[in-house]
């Protein structure tokens, strides 16, 4: 089971960005895929989800409005748009697993596998 | 939203056991999992739904909750698990505590 992520960005403040996150090794559409992110020096930050099987999406409520979490189902692969970028956006992005599948009834749960991380940098 | 309560840093010595604690409002009654950072690196699940072991993780690392308190406690300390140690919870949405940072002495 992997995550890959792609690769660092430069972004100037107010543009967007869209990172992927490629998976492999299990059924992409039967578990929830997360988003974190990690400014330097600093804690986790929950971002939100995309049930990768319906397309539907749970956004923290400090990022609804900015974020746009997509899927593509053919090649495996879940996206993360951020938009109307600030310097305080710098950070690790990365996407995460949900440990239980849409097959049991826990729902949203720990983050079993994790991608590499994306460096996202916003500066003028 | 839910507030999650980490100690900023643990020391031990090597071989001892190290004990990092993670309070919230009646945490007990929720489930707690536990990841591992190194710099650099992302974040490895070390301990899910309290006190349960992923594949590959030592059975050195143990997990509990109840009251208040949730602990993910390292038996038999080794340089390798020096790291920042950060627990998460799910309320209306999920929370991760501010990490503590494992010294290794």
């Known amino acids: 089971v992997q995550l890959v992520q792609s690769g660092a960005e430069v972004k100037k403040p107010g543009a967007s960005v869209k990172v992927s996150c490629n998976t492999s090794?299990?059924?992409?559409?039967?578990?929830?895929i997360h988003w974190v992110r990690q400014a330097p020096g600093q804690g986790l930050e929950w971002m939100g989800w995309i049930n990768p099987n319906s397309g539907g999406t749970n956004y923290a409520l400090k990022f609804q409005g900015r974020v746009t979490m997509t899927r593509d189902t053919s090649i495996y692969t879940a996206y993360m748009e951020l938009s109307s970028l600030r310097s305080d956006d710098t950070a690790v992005y990365y996407c995460?697993?949900?440990?239980?599948?849409?097959?049991?009834?826990?729902?949203?749960?720990?983050?079993?596998?994790w991608g590499q991380g994306t460096m996202v940098t916003v500066s003028s | 939203s839910y507030e999650l309560t980490q100690s900023l840093s643990v020391s031990v010595a090597l071989g001892q056991t190290a004990r990092i604690t993670c309070g919230g409002n009646n945490i007990g009654i929720k489930n707690v999992h536990w990841y591992q950072q190194k710099p650099a690196l992302a974040p490895v699940l070390v301990m899910y739904?309290?006190?349960n072991r992923p594949s590959g993780i030592p059975e050195r690392f143990s997990g509990s909750n109840s009251g208040n308190t949730a602990t993910l406690t390292i038996s038999r300390v080794q340089g390798g698990d020096e790291a920042d140690y950060y627990c998460?919870?799910?309320?209306?949405?999920?929370?991760f505590g501010g990490g503590t940072k494992l010294t290794v002495l």
């Open positions: 995460a697993r949900n440990l239980a599948n849409f097959y049991d009834t826990i729902g949203p749960d720990a983050f079993d596998i």
């Open positions: 090794g299990y059924t992409f559409t039967d578990y929830y």
């Open positions: 739904r309290n006190n």
């Open positions: 998460q919870v799910w309320d209306s949405t999920t929370e």
